[in-house]
């Protein structure tokens, strides 16, 4: 079966990922190929239908349990809740790079003056 992780910081797509691959593996421990995958972010779904040359470990571990299985339907279902969080982690990004600037022009204002 899947199991328990604490993962600490980790991004929403780190977590997405880590689940759809438990879940696929579990699947695939449990014998079957045919498997249907609704996951919560558009972003996985698509690097999990692709080849990426550059894709993380979760991702490459994916792809090969995928190409095990007889067929295989990675869709995105879509839930209010999915637009609230990714409204906040654009919010958090936005916040970070404010108070990034912030700093360095602190910085700056020092180092300069």
């Known amino acids: 079966m899947t199991g328990f992780y604490f993962i600490e910081q980790a991004s929403v797509l780190v977590v997405e990922a880590t689940t759809i691959r438990d879940g696929i593996k579990a699947a695939l421990q449990k014998g079957c190929r045919r498997i249907q995958v609704e996951g919560e972010d558009q ?3 698509n690097a999990m239908q692709t080849q990426m040359a550059d894709s ?16 295989i339907s990675l869709t995105c279902i879509y839930c209010e ?5 990714e409204w906040m982690a654009k919010l958090v990004v936005r ?7 912030f700093f360095l022009s602190h910085l700056l204002r020092n180092f300069l003056f």
């Open 81 to 85: 809740s999915n637009m609230i969080v």
């Open 95 to 101: 916040l970070d790079i404010i108070l990034f600037l």
């Open 56 to 71: 993380s470990d979760y991702l490459r571990h994916s792809q090969n349990m995928i190409s095990c299985c007889l067929s």
């Open 43 to 45: 972003i996985i779904i």
